[in-house]
C-alpha cells in the first residue's frame, strides 16, 4: 500500500485516462450522493410526521361521544348523548387503564374564545382538565404550577397559559404568574405558564392552550356534569389497543349504544396511529436503501468495469511481470489499490456534499416551522457505514479482473496483441 511505484502507476493511469477516470468516479460518486440524500429525506419527512406524536403517551386514546347510527333497545337511531361525570367514576374502576382524564372544550374541536386581560384581546383554545392529564401529554411548565387536586376538589378559578397566550395578553418583561384574565366574562388567577413541547402544528396548538380546572370549568360555564371527551392510558403491560376496546364496550353499555354501533363514540388510538407511522417509515427506510444500495452498486459495477479494461490494456505489463518473477499476490494488490483509490476519493466526495446539503436544507428550515418535513440529517454512523461498504465493494470490484489478470499464463500475456 505504501510502495511509491505503486501509486505512480495509479496515477500516471489516472492522468492518462482522464475522462474515463471522471466517468468511473462520478458513477461512484452519484451513488453514494444520491443514497445519502435519500436516507436524509426520508428522516426529514419521518422527523415531521412523527413531531406530532411527541409528547403524547403511545399507549394511550381518546374518545368522545357522537350521534348513534344504529337502534337499539327501542331507541331510534340519530340519537345525542353525553358523557358524564358518573362515566369517569366507572371507568376508573377499569383494571386496564391506569389514567382516565376527562376533558372539556369550549366551543367546537380545536375552537377559540375570546380571552381577555385590560385592553388586550385573542383568541385561545380553552379546556377544562385534571392534573392527571400531564402523565398522558408532556405539558412543559416554564413558570410557576400546574394544576393539582386542590384546585379540582375546591373549583379555584386559576389558569395555566401557553406561551402564545402570555405574548398576546402581557408585556414582554411581565410576569403572568398572579395576573388575571378574563374568559368569556369569568375571571381566572393565572398561576403557571407553559412553552410548546413539540414543533410544527402540534407545537403551535400548546402555544395557544388556556388550561382550567375541570370542576370550574363545568360549573363556571354551565356544563353541568358534561364531558366532552376522555384521554386515557392503558395500564403497563396493557395494549391500548385492548384497553380501548374494554372503555368503548363500558361506555356503550352505559349510555344504550349498540355494540355493532361503530359510529356513536369517536375514538382516536395513539398506539395503532404510532405503530402505522413506524410501520410506514421502515418501509420508506427500507425502499430508500434498496434504490440506493442499487444506485451504489451501478457506480461498483462501472468500476469494475473499468478494471478489466485496464487489465486488457496491461495484458502484456502483467505478462513482463510475471515473467520477470512478480508474485501474482502483487499484480492483485496493484488492481485493488487503484479500485479502492477511485472508489474512495469519489465515495469521500459525495459522502460530504450530500452530508452538507442536507444540513444545509436542515438549517433553512425553521426549527417551530419544520411542518411535515423537519431535520432532514442522517446519523454520521450510518454515513461512515455506506462509505465502509463502498470501500470494500471497491476492493471486491477490483480483485475479479486482478483475479482473470493473473489466470493468463505469463507466455500468452506476452504474445497478446492490443
Request: hydrophobic letters at 45%; a neutral charge.
Amino acid at each position: 500500500m505504501f510502495d511509491s511505484d505503486s501509486w505512480q502507476e495509479i496515477f500516471a493511469t489516472i492522468k492518462k485516462n482522464k475522462m474515463r477516470t471522471f466517468l468511473t468516479c462520478f458513477g461512484v460518486f452519484w451513488g453514494i450522493f444520491m443514497l445519502v440524500v435519500m436516507i436524509g429525506s426520508g428522516n426529514g419527512l419521518s422527523n415531521g410526521i412523527m413531531q406530532d406524536f411527541a409528547g403524547t403517551a403511545t399507549n394511550s386514546f381518546f374518545c368522545w361521544a357522537q350521534k348513534t347510527s344504529k337502534p337499539y333497545k327501542g331507541m331510534k337511531p340519530g340519537r345525542n348523548f353525553d358523557f358524564n361525570n358518573e362515566d369517569t367514576k366507572a371507568l376508573k374502576q377499569l383494571s386496564e387503564l391506569a389514567v382516565v382524564a376527562p376533558m372539556n372544550q369550549l366551543g367546537d374541536y380545536r375552537g377559540t374564545n375570546n380571552v381577555v386581560r385590560g385592553l388586550k384581546t385573542g383568541g385561545f383554545s380553552v379546556s377544562g382538565v385534571y392534573p392527571e392529564l400531564t402523565l398522558i401529554d408532556d405539558i412543559n411548565v416554564k413558570t410557576g404550577r400546574f394544576l393539582n387536586q386542590n384546585d379540582i376538589s375546591d373549583k379555584r378559578k386559576v389558569a395555566i397559559i401557553g406561551l402564545g397566550v402570555v405574548e398576546t395578553l402581557f408585556a414582554k418583561d411581565e410576569s403572568p404568574i398572579g395576573e388575571y384574565i378574563s374568559i368569556n366574562g369569568v375571571y381566572f388567577q393565572v398561576i403557571g405558564t407553559t412553552v410548546p413541547t413539540s414543533s410544527g402544528g402540534r407545537g403551535e396548538e400548546q402555544r395557544n392552550e388556556v388550561h382550567i380546572p375541570f370542576s370550574t370549568f363545568q360549573q363556571a360555564f354551565n356544563y353541568g356534569d358534561v364531558v366532552g371527551w376522555y384521554a386515557v392510558m392503558a395500564a403497563k403491560d396493557v395494549p391500548a389497543s385492548v384497553a380501548e376496546e374494554k372503555t368503548l364496550a363500558m361506555l356503550r353499555e352505559r349510555h344504550k349504544v349498540s355494540p355493532d354501533d361503530a359510529n356513536a363514540i369517536g375514538h382516536w388510538n395513539m398506539e395503532t396511529e404510532f405503530k402505522k407511522m413506524s410501520g410506514l417509515f421502515s418501509g420508506i427506510s427500507g425502499l430508500v436503501w434498496i434504490v440506493g444500495i442499487g444506485t451504489l452498486l451501478a457506480g461498483i459495477i462501472g468500476v469494475s468495469n473499468i478494471m478489466l479494461i485496464v487489465v486488457k490494456e496491461r495484458t502484456k505489463e502483467i505478462g513482463i511481470r510475471r515473467a520477470l518473477g512478480a508474485p501474482p499476490i502483487h499484480i492483485v494488490r496493484q488492481l485493488i489499490l487503484e479500485s479502492v483509490f477511485l472508489t474512495t476519493i469519489a465515495g469521500y466526495i459525495g459522502l460530504v456534499l450530500s452530508i452538507g446539503l442536507t444540513e444545509a436544507i436542515a438549517s433553512a428550515i425553521p426549527k417551530d416551522e419544520g411542518g411535515m418535513f423537519t431535520n432532514p440529517t442522517i446519523d454520521l454512523n450510518v454515513a461512515l457505514i455506506a462509505l465502509g461498504i463502498l470501500i470494500f465493494a471497491g476492493a471486491i470490484a477490483g480483485f475479479i479482473p486482478a483475479k482473470k489478470a493473473i489466470a493468463i499464463p505469463p507466455v500468452e500475456a506476452l504474445r497478446y496483441d492490443n
